[in-house]
């Protein structure tokens, strides 16, 4: 087996090696062991120097410093580890230790976070970091933490941008651009419903598959947001990005349960706070690879639109029902969020 590194890009052969991997190293082995070295796996969907990957790096840099190399962080990015779905489940089950996760996925997985999936539910970046900065974002990081069966702890949020529509056929300008389109949706049924709502067909795909599916017309473009579309590598096959910017979806940072309540009152104290650090790292660096992801698109020759107010209200009023399926259990919150200027 290859041998793996702190800090940096690792390859594993399929999640057998990697839970074998885990056990060799012993992580949380258990409080009468609290003093072993303890190495936490971290996996990311994203390659190595994307935002969400550098900030939970730079967070095990720390923690191996705070801890006189007692705790590291072993990262695996680049879907190396499975698609979302998979690793959910290795988290769940322990095999993982950390996970930045999409929300859309874990909309699956704990319900009361859905309201950050509704298509437009925030004006704007601004408004959805004050909100993750704020109450809510603490409480429904608490719903992950309290939720009876997901064996899951809610360590942060991180900036994952505003999702726009890219593809490989034609500019999107308007609705009627979109129709009979096959994209690329998260495993959500809620990106589905939104998909009918906007004219096109939704296709759940795993994020380790968007790439080939785009090169071989399984799909014809996707929704996400502009590093993402470029550190991926889409752009090289969808050389059209429309900035609808329909979804501000912040991605979380969460823990397996079971490792977690083996670790001592300090150890999760500690990474508690590093985390409140690591939100804050993360947007920091995700406003500079945001314009360096623009200048290497556009360099790349893709097209980037800009969508008309009159055709961007037409996005949201088109909306309304997938508003009126998911969004009733979520009125609370979503009347705080619009509150916040």
């Given at each position: 087996?290859?041998?793996?590194?702190?800090?940096?890009?690792?390859?594993?052969?399929?999640?057998?090696?990697?839970?074998?991997?885990?056990?060799?190293?012993?992580?949380?082995?258990?409080?009468?062991?609290?003093?072993?070295?303890?190495?936490?796996?971290?996996?990311?969907?994203?390659?190595?120097?994307?935002?969400?990957?550098?900030?939970?790096?730079?967070?095990?840099?720390?923690?191996?410093?705070?801890?006189?190399?007692?705790?590291?962080?072993?990262?695996?990015?680049?879907?190396?580890?499975?698609?979302?779905?998979e690793v959910i489940e290795q988290v769940?089950?322990?095999?993982?230790?950390?996970?930045?996760?999409?929300?859309?996925?874990?909309?699956?997985?704990?319900?009361?976070?859905?309201?950050?999936?509704?298509?437009?539910?925030?004006?704007?970046?601004?408004?959805?970091?004050?909100?993750?900065?704020?109450?809510?974002?603490?409480?429904?990081?608490?719903?992950?933490?309290?939720?009876?069966?997901?064996?899951l702890v809610g360590l942060c949020w991180?900036?994952?941008?505003?999702?726009?529509?890219?593809?490989?056929?034609?500019?999107?300008?308007?609705?009627?651009?979109?129709?009979?389109?096959?994209?690329?949706?998260?495993?959500?049924?809620?990106?589905?419903?939104?998909?009918?709502?906007?004219?096109?067909?939704?296709?759940?795909?795993?994020?380790?598959?968007?790439?080939?599916?785009?090169?071989?017309?399984?799909?014809?473009?996707?929704?996400?947001?502009?590093?993402?579309?470029?550190?991926?590598?889409?752009?090289?096959?969808?050389?059209?990005?429309?900035?609808?910017?329909?979804?501000?979806?912040?991605?979380?940072?969460?823990?397996?349960?079971?490792?977690?309540?083996?670790?001592?009152?300090?150890?999760?104290?500690?990474?508690?706070?590093?985390?409140?650090?690591?939100?804050?790292?993360?947007?920091?660096?995700?406003?500079?690879?945001?314009?360096?992801?623009?200048?290497?698109?556009?360099?790349?020759?893709?097209?980037?639109?800009?969508?008309s107010p009159p055709d961007k209200k037409?996005?949201?009023?088109?909306?309304?029902?997938?508003?009126?399926?998911?969004?009733?259990?979520?009125?609370?919150?979503?009347?705080?969020?619009?509150?916040?200027?």
């Amino acid at each position: 087996m290859e041998k793996c590194h702190r800090i940096e890009r690792r390859s594993v052969l399929g999640l057998g090696a990697a839970a074998a991997l885990g056990a060799s190293i012993g992580p949380f082995a258990g409080p009468a062991q609290a003093q072993q070295k303890m190495a936490l796996k971290y996996t990311n969907d994203h390659p190595s120097g994307y935002p969400t990957v550098a900030a939970v790096e730079s967070m095990g840099k720390k923690l191996e410093a705070a801890t006189n190399g007692r705790l590291s962080i072993l990262s695996y990015p680049g879907g190396q580890l499975g698609g979302p779905k998979e690793v959910i489940e290795q988290v769940e089950i322990g095999a993982v230790q950390m996970y930045a996760a999409g929300v859309g996925w874990m909309g699956s997985v704990i319900n009361d976070i859905n309201v950050f999936n509704l298509p437009f539910v925030f004006r704007d970046t601004t408004q959805m970091q004050q909100v993750i900065d704020g109450a809510i974002g603490k409480e429904l990081l608490d719903k992950i933490t309290n939720h009876p069966t997901a064996n899951l702890v809610g360590l942060c949020w991180l900036d994952g941008g505003a999702r726009s529509f890219y593809d490989s056929k034609k500019p999107i300008h308007t609705m009627a651009d979109l129709k009979g389109l096959k994209i690329r949706v998260q495993g959500n049924p809620m990106f589905v419903d939104m998909m009918t709502a906007l004219g096109g067909n939704g296709v759940p795909l795993g994020y380790d598959q968007v790439f080939s599916a785009l090169q071989t017309g399984v799909i014809d473009g996707a929704e996400n947001s502009m590093p993402s579309f470029v550190f991926d590598n889409h752009y090289q096959v969808a050389k059209f990005y429309s900035l609808t910017e329909h979804l501000i979806v912040p991605d979380v940072l969460v823990a397996s349960r079971k490792n977690w309540d083996a670790m001592s009152a300090d150890d999760r104290a500690l990474i508690t706070k590093l985390s409140r650090e690591v939100q804050m790292e993360n947007r920091q660096l995700w406003n500079v690879y945001e314009k360096v992801a623009m200048e290497k698109a556009k360099a790349a020759g893709v097209q980037v639109f800009e969508i008309s107010p009159p055709d961007k209200k037409a996005f949201q009023d088109a909306v309304k029902p997938v508003w009126d399926k998911y969004g009733a259990p979520f009125a609370g919150i979503i009347s705080r969020i619009q509150a916040i200027s």
